[in-house]
């Protein structure tokens, strides 16, 4: 039996009880405890779900760099020609040589193979999370799932040694939780703005009113 508390007082009440011995109130109904899913079902559970998601293959994906990243390694460019031509030993200037070769590579991203569907990524600040933002080609706006939550979307990966996950279970960033954070930052966010406007009403008028000594 699950714990009952009168609506009026906050009594709590026994089960073989029907009113509330403080204030004589109708007791609620008895309710039973509910036995919750083990994990085997939720995994179960999970995967009848997933099997009717559409399912994109990592090997037919192009990761373009975000638009932050290709700024900052096109700025690089030239701090590199610069510090390699003030290299003055034949161990610096294969260091600088290095660097240079990695940021071509990066930059070359950005040219989407034929064949491929280019993703891309950002990041998403909040006031208390800090994610990542899977970007289709289409535009649509995807993060990672919760483990027992809706998809929208499921990413396989085929390699047989990759290091990363078999895959990867996204879900629409408006149908998830950071869409709603968003959404009460921006409220709270109003709700200041106008008791500050407020605030600073109530201080004028009190001005204004103030008797003067002469």
């Known amino acids: 039996m699950l714990p009952r508390r009168c609506k009026k007082c906050r009594c709590y009440i026994a089960p073989q009880f029907d009113r509330c011995p403080r204030c004589n109130l109708r007791a609620p109904p008895v309710l039973s405890a509910i036995a919750k899913p083990t994990k085997e079902e939720r995994a179960a559970e999970r995967v009848k779900r997933d099997e009717k998601l559409p399912v994109i293959h990592s090997k037919n994906i192009h990761w373009v760099p975000s638009k932050l990243s290709v700024r900052a390694w096109t700025d690089m460019v030239d701090e590199l020609k610069r510090r390699l031509a003030k290299a003055d030993t034949p161990r610096l200037r294969n260091s600088v040589r290095s660097e240079m070769r990695l940021n071509d590579k990066m930059l070359a991203r950005v040219v989407v193979p034929s064949g491929k569907n280019a993703w891309t990524h950002e990041l998403f600040h909040a006031k208390h999370a800090c994610i990542t933002v899977f970007i289709s080609p ?62 600073k009403e109530r201080r004028l008028k009190k001005r204004r009113t103030k008797p003067t000594l002469l």
């Open 138 to 199: 289409k535009g649509h706006r995807y993060v990672l799932a919760t483990r027992d939550g809706p998809a929208d979307l499921l990413m396989i990966s085929r390699k047989k040694h990759a290091r990363s996950i078999p895959y990867v279970r996204l879900v629409r960033f408006e149908k998830s939780p950071y869409a709603r954070m968003v959404k009460k930052e921006q409220q709270d966010e109003t709700t200041h703005k106008k008791r500050k406007a407020a605030k």
